[in-house]
């Protein structure tokens, strides 16, 4: 099995592919719960996808509806604002639907290990970082750490919060991006740190209190997933260092 990924510079420019290969050849066959997973990574992946579109969507209807209830726009305008408009609501309805069919399970409290989740949340942008000089450090853990949580809404806030970070560290031309974990018996605090990068103060300061379909996608993206994991009982902070970044979700 083979991954091939485009290898560009800091300033966008196209310098080759790098390819990253998995053995199979011991493989005798692929078992039924393989295949399971394979179905769950592409529904995963769709989700992705369709919260992102989303996220864009909302911004475009914010802006619109704002510059339709302007009185000053020009009469010449308001036409095509209001097609622009219409054609990002339905554009919204038609994602809705494609979220109703990629339901990421029961939102019903359950047991989840924090390395299963942690992984699931990187594979999917893995081969394409790693191709873009971004290294991933997973968290070294002795053991298995368990949450009681709603499985979605963790996988969800997850991906969020590693799509702002792995946007940084492409944008600055690659880095390390590393994970920690700090559990005790009541509690548990996950890292998402990047080395040298540091995060907007739109997001640093980020109030959930002003959530808005009007924020700048990397604030959505980050709102996104405070809320969620608000939703679970949680909190999330994002810092920024001498260092770099960190975003901490406890």
Do not use: C
């Not at 018996?185 to 995060?199: F, K, N, S």
Request: no cysteine.
């Amino acid at each position: 099995r083979v991954w091939l990924s485009p290898r560009t510079s800091s300033e966008g420019d196209y310098e080759g592919y790098v390819a990253i290969v998995q053995d199979h050849r011991d493989v005798a066959s692929t078992e039924p719960k393989h295949l399971l997973e394979a179905g769950q990574v592409t529904q995963y992946l769709t989700a992705g996808v369709a919260h992102s579109l989303n996220t864009s969507l909302q911004a475009v209807l914010g802006y619109g509806g704002l510059v339709l209830d302007d009185p000053t726009l020009a009469e010449g305008l308001k036409g095509p604002m209001q097609s622009l408009y219409d054609a990002a609501g339905a554009a919204t309805r038609l994602v809705t639907h494609l979220l109703s069919l990629t339901d990421l399970g029961d939102d019903a409290p359950a047991v989840v290990g924090v390395s299963s989740l942690i992984q699931d949340a990187i594979a999917s942008r893995e081969a394409y970082l790693i191709a873009n000089n971004v290294t991933i450090v997973r968290p070294d853990l002795d053991e298995e750490v368990y949450l009681w949580a709603s499985p979605p809404k963790l996988r969800r806030a997850m991906s969020h919060l590693l799509t702002n970070a792995s946007a940084l560290a492409l944008a600055h031309g690659g880095g390390t991006m590393q994970i920690e974990v700090d559990a005790g018996a009541d509690t548990m605090v996950m890292a998402i740190e990047l080395r040298g990068h540091r995060y907007p103060q739109e997001i640093v300061d980020f109030d959930p209190a002003s959530f808005s379909p009007t924020l700048p996608q990397a604030v959505m993206t980050h709102a996104l997933a405070v809320g969620l994991v608000r939703d679970l009982g949680g909190y999330v902070e994002a810092v920024n260092s001498d260092t770099g970044a960190r975003v901490l979700v406890a």
